[in-house]
Structures are given as structure tokens and as C-alpha cells.
């Protein structure tokens, strides 16, 4: 079998290796909740770049040999005994965590947990090879907005980074539960942000202050933000530690992430840790990492089935254009996900 492994950590664009001798899953040897999955395509993300990248950091992380990728989509060939609500055949969408030893996506065939897929529709809006880009981004966009506004209610929400994988995604979700929506992007991404239903944009591109004085201006008599989610992470000095002028009381920021620096840690660390006495802000710290979570997945599954969210893809790559497709993901300039094609289902 076909897959994209890394042998140890490194610059993941030097290091990734297209091999053919990788052991096949094993139907007789599948688990009472596991499927066995023909993948059509996996998607990748920045943290595919960035977790092998630590170098000794990423071996207390990650289990080496790895394959590359944690979003897919394809064809069930298998099921185990106790798996009763999917089908051969069905085509599902589905993530592996690779914080435990997972299988990796870039390769033909995947075993996982059936709690880690949800089944397309045969009648889905969203293209099947396009669907493999929900896992990781819509996850991402549906935990750091759900749980934290009051649906139908017109909580207005601050998603810092509006137009990459996850912020296209996550203005969606945001106005799927009735939120006002504003954004940070750039000048010519600023449409895509307004067709997703972004209601107000900050041009990062023309600001001539910090963005939390721009924010500031946003909530000036008006209701102040009931939530920031965070995507960039290279502000958080100025935007987190400014919070208590525009960010509601109790409103948390959600830190989904930025490059891995010494200074971007020491961040974090002083954000969740500094009193407000001692200058700290009021908003309490969420640092956030994906769960995987059948019923969100199948959330995310049914909108984008339904056409109510649509999948922003940048390129589809074939699968022999894996490494090229991962130096493009680590630039850090897409306008959605970028797909790569495993095979022909």
C-alpha cells in the first residue's frame, strides 16, 4: 500500500517519503466499533507541518514512523461486528488525532474508531473529495464558537484570522447560530469574508493603529464582543491583554494557535497564568486543541451536506504532489483548505 510517512521529526518537506511497501489494514483483524476506509483524499493543516517540525519536542508528541495528515474522506469496504449505523459503501468524512498513535490519512487505506466518521449522504451539497476538508478546520471552528455563545441570541463574535481554513468555516458556524460576525482579513480576501456572512470586516492590510484599538472602535456604544477566537496568535500581547475594553464579562479568548516560537509560549504561558492584579487581563485563557467528537462531526457533516456551509477549497493536489502540496500549506497563504487526491473511488 501507497503512503506519505516521516521516519523522524524535521522540516516535513525534506523529510516526507512516498512509499509502496506500507502494510495494508487487515479486515479479519478490525475491531468491533472500527471501519475500514478506501480513502478518496485527506486534507492537510498547518499542525501536519508544524507538530513534526518541533524536532525532539515532536518525539514526546508524535510516534515515528508516522503517516502524514488527520482529515480524510472515502468508502467503507469494512465494519466491525458491533457497528451498526454504517455501511459498506457509505462514504463518510472522518479525522484521526495525532496525539495518540494514529494511522496518518495520506495513504489508500485507514482504520479507525467509528466515532471518528460521519457518513456523507448520497445526496450531499459538498463534493465527496472536497468533504475530506471538514475534519480538522470544522472541528476547530465549531468548538472555539458553540460553546461559548447563546444560540438565535445576536452574541456578537471576534474571529482574529477571517479568510484560512478554519476562519472561512468558522464565520459560518458563527451565523448558523445567529451570531453577529466580525473579522480580521485582507483587503482582497475581504468579499470571500462577506459572502460567508462576515457582518463587519477589519482590513488588517489599512488599520493604521493595533487592532485592538480598531476593536475598541467596534464596541464604542455598542454591545462589547461575546467571544474572540484567535486563528492567528502573533497579536496576543495587544489583543488579549487590551480584552477588557471590548470582550464582555466572562467572555473568554480562545487561542487557537500561531508558529511555534519561544516567544508565542511565553505568551500563552504569561496569558493563562498572570493575575489581573499583576496586569493580566480579565478574560479567562482558553488555549484550544481539536477534539475529535462524533456528534460534532456530524454536525459539521449534515450542514455541509445540506449546502448550509460550504467548504472553502484553495487547491486540489494528486497524491504523488503531496510534498508540494504541504511547502504550499506551510507558506500560510491559503484562502481555504487545500485537498490532496489519494485516489479514484
Request: glycine share 10%; charged share 25%; with cysteine.
Amino acid at each position: 500500500m501507497k503512503a506519505w510517512q516521516l521516519a523522524a521529526p524535521g522540516p516535513v518537506e525534506k523529510t516526507m517519503k512516498l512509499r509502496d511497501d506500507v502494510p495494508r489494514p487487515d479486515p479479519q483483524k478490525l475491531g468491533e466499533q472500527e471501519v475500514l476506509v478506501q480513502v478518496a483524499a485527506a486534507s492537510l493543516n498547518p499542525s501536519d507541518h508544524k507538530l513534526p517540525g518541533m524536532g525532539i519536542l515532536a518525539r514526546a508528541v508524535l510516534h515515528f514512523p508516522i503517516t502524514v495528515g488527520m482529515d480524510f474522506s472515502g468508502k467503507v469496504t469494512t465494519v466491525g461486528s458491533r457497528v451498526a449505523d454504517v455501511r459498506v459503501g457509505d462514504w463518510v468524512v472522518g479525522r484521526v488525532d495525532p496525539r495518540v498513535k494514529s494511522p496518518g490519512t495520506l495513504r489508500e487505506y485507514i482504520t479507525v474508531d467509528r466515532a471518528d466518521v460521519a457518513v456523507l449522504p448520497a445526496d450531499s451539497a459538498i463534493d465527496p473529495v472536497h468533504a475530506a476538508g471538514l475534519g480538522t478546520a470544522a472541528l476547530t471552528a465549531y468548538q472555539t464558537i458553540a460553546p461559548y455563545v447563546r444560540e438565535g441570541q445576536g452574541d456578537r463574535v471576534f474571529i482574529n484570522g477571517g479568510s484560512g481554513g478554519v476562519g472561512t468555516l468558522g464565520i459560518q458556524v458563527a451565523k448558523q447560530l445567529g451570531c453577529h460576525v466580525t473579522v480580521t482579513c485582507s483587503t482582497a480576501k475581504a468579499e470571500l469574508c462577506r459572502e460567508l456572512g462576515a457582518d463587519d470586516i477589519i482590513d488588517y492590510k489599512t488599520i493604521s493603529g493595533n487592532l485592538s484599538d480598531e476593536l475598541r472602535k467596534k464596541a464604542a456604544g455598542r454591545a462589547p464582543f461575546r467571544l474572540i477566537v484567535d486563528n492567528v496568535g502573533n497579536t496576543l500581547w495587544d489583543l488579549y491583554f487590551s480584552s477588557d475594553d471590548y470582550l464582555a464579562e466572562g467572555g473568554p479568548y480562545v487561542y487557537v494557535g500561531s508558529k511555534p516560537s519561544l516567544d508565542s509560549l511565553r505568551a500563552v504561558l504569561v496569558a493563562k497564568l498572570l493575575p489581573r492584579w499583576l496586569g493580566g487581563a480579565r478574560a479567562p485563557f482558553v488555549a484550544y486543541l481539536t477534539e475529535n467528537k462524533q456528534h460534532d462531526l456530524e454536525v459539521l457533516t449534515r450542514w455541509a451536506a445540506e449546502g448550509r456551509m460550504k467548504l472553502i477549497v484553495d487547491k486540489v493536489f494528486e497524491f504523488e504532489e503531496a510534498k508540494t502540496a504541504m511547502e504550499y500549506v506551510k507558506k500560510g497563504s491559503s484562502s481555504g483548505k487545500n485537498i490532496v487526491k489519494v485516489q479514484e473511488l
